[in-house]
């Protein structure tokens, strides 16, 4: 969000390292750490290990929906 706020500024040059680097941590690093969050959730869900109202559904319904999001959105 970060970088679509930078580039509806009227200068996104001046903040254009920033925007490199929200933009690069945001490919590199969510969708794999979202990924791997979805992934635990749902093995510890299958185990019993937790049921599925201590993991808060609401949370783990909208990140499912984030990662879907994320994998359907082009590099």
């Given at each position: 969000?970060?970088?679509?706020?930078?580039?509806?500024?009227?200068?996104?040059?001046?903040?254009?390292?920033?925007?490199?680097?929200?933009?690069?941590?945001?490919?590199?690093?969510?969708?794999?750490?979202?990924?791997?969050?979805v992934?635990?959730?749902?093995?510890?869900?299958?185990?019993?290990?937790?049921?599925?109202?201590?993991?808060?559904?609401?949370v783990?319904?909208?990140?499912?929906?984030?990662?879907?999001?994320?994998?359907?959105?082009?590099?």
């Open positions: 969000m970060l970088g679509y706020f930078v580039r509806m500024m009227g200068d996104p040059e001046a903040w254009s390292f920033l925007t490199k680097h929200v933009t690069i941590l945001g490919w590199l690093v969510a969708a794999p750490l979202n990924i791997l969050t992934l635990i959730a749902v093995v510890m869900l299958l185990l019993k290990k937790v049921r599925f109202a201590d993991i808060h559904p609401y783990f319904v909208l990140n499912v929906l984030i990662l879907l999001i994320q994998l359907a959105s082009p590099i």
